[in-house]
């Protein structure tokens, strides 16, 4: 499987764009890239998946470059809502049941 | 549509007990998993049901911990002889099963145990 790395902790205003990499120099040619959000007292959340290049949804954006030894999750304008541990994962799209997580990055948005 | 529950959200019980935690996984999802997560780490996967059957056992920590999935539905994660390293949140999560969909687990509230 393999290793991501990911800052530990970040803080950000409100309404700022909040960029969180990851690292995972290790990726292999079938992994993809899945974040997940998670909240005190809660379960972690699916956020964005992708392979390559760009994706976007509602909630987020995620930049992977060609070389995908790298990705950024992108959260546009944050709120105090948004305060939580991001967790960036590794693995494959087909018999990877196992989702590996680190420690995450815990963001903390302030006023 | 209803969520991944377990139940009880809290579990106190003290050291050499025997523990029952529940999972309901999404209506018609066939694949459960079940994770560990102690204070300030990620959850750290236990246990996978494919259906009725555990596909994948290898994260469970020894032969204390024991999980089952009779109908391939609801799950029952079961500790003998709790310890105080027992104490953690565990979490259970469901996806529709194969292929990409395993990325896309959807996690229950977890529910607390502590060990005294």
């Known amino acids: 499987l393999a290793k991501t790395t990911q800052p530990i902790s970040m803080d950000s205003y409100e309404g700022q764009e909040v960029n969180i990499t990851c690292s995972h120099n290790n990726i292999a040619t079938n992994d993809y890239i899945t974040w997940y959000q998670q909240f005190p007292s809660q379960g972690p959340r699916f956020i964005i998946q992708?392979?390559?290049t760009k994706v976007t949804n509602e909630v987020a954006s995620l930049f992977i470059p060609a070389d995908r030894k790298s990705s950024t999750l992108s959260l546009p304008r944050v709120s105090l809502s948004d305060t939580a541990v991001y967790y960036c994962l590794v693995g494959s799209g087909a018999g990877s049941y196992q989702l590996t997580f680190g420690k995450g990055t815990k963001l903390s948005v302030i006023p | 549509g209803a969520g991944v529950s377990q139940t009880p959200s809290n579990k106190v019980t003290e050291k050499g007990k025997y523990v029952e935690l529940r999972c309901d996984p999404i209506s018609g999802h066939t694949a459960l998993y079940w994770y560990r997560q102690s204070l300030g780490q990620g959850p750290e996967f236990l246990i996978y049901?494919?259906?009725?059957?555990?596909?994948?056992d290898s994260g469970l920590p020894n032969d204390r911990f024991f999980a089952v999935r009779p109908e391939g539905s609801v799950s029952t994660l079961k500790i003998q002889r709790t310890e105080r390293g027992d104490s953690a949140v565990y979490l259970c999560a469901s996806s529709p099963g194969g292929g990409r969909s395993y990325n896309e687990q959807f996690f229950g509230p977890g529910t607390r145990l502590t060990v005294l």
């Open positions: 049901f494919q259906g009725t059957g555990a596909a994948d």
């Open positions: 992708g392979y390559k």
